[in-house]
């Protein structure tokens, strides 16, 4: 004893089942082909992992760093597009721009440096404890200001006894004013 009658957003039909005290989704039944129900699912955007994959791929890669030892590939066109730093730096007639140059970082963690790296290739940054204080070095550096803010707000957010000293000391090192004054 059907109560009502539904198609959702993909074209699945919705029954009320009103005997059974349920209700009921039946897909691929072909009921829903009008114009006005999308047919075509579109799932997520996969632009974000696919980009940040390419961190993990030196195929296509066409510039290198070196953090602490550790190799990292990159690619000049998003750090160009991400960067006015970097830009600068890869469009110069420095050592650093020639083919097959290895860029040298000085002050950072190769983890920090990942996650500023990862910054700009997706917008986003997942930040921990151990990290954050380098990648907002290295943001503050590389004229990153939302990654800068993305630093601070974590530090904020996440300020604990346990860590605030810590950070303080580093912030103190690295001449991150604002993040000293937050920790005091």
Partial sequence: ???????????????????????????????????????????????????????????????????????????????AMRSEYFRGMLQSNCREAQPGAVIQIGESTAAAFRKVLGFLYSDTVELDDDVVVDVMRKAREYQLVRAYNLCMRYCVKHARPSNAVEWLLKADACALDELRGVML
């Fill in 1 to 79: 004893h059907p109560f009502g009658v539904a198609i959702d957003a993909e074209g699945n039909v919705i029954v009320a089942d009103s005997e059974n005290h349920c209700i009921r989704k039946l897909t691929n039944c072909s009921l829903g082909c009008g114009l006005a129900v999308p047919r075509w699912h579109v799932g997520p955007s996969s632009v974000v992992s696919d980009l940040l994959s390419l961190m993990d791929d030196d195929s296509f890669s066409d510039v290198a760093f070196e953090v602490e030892g550790t190799r990292i590939a990159a690619h000049r066109n998003i750090l």
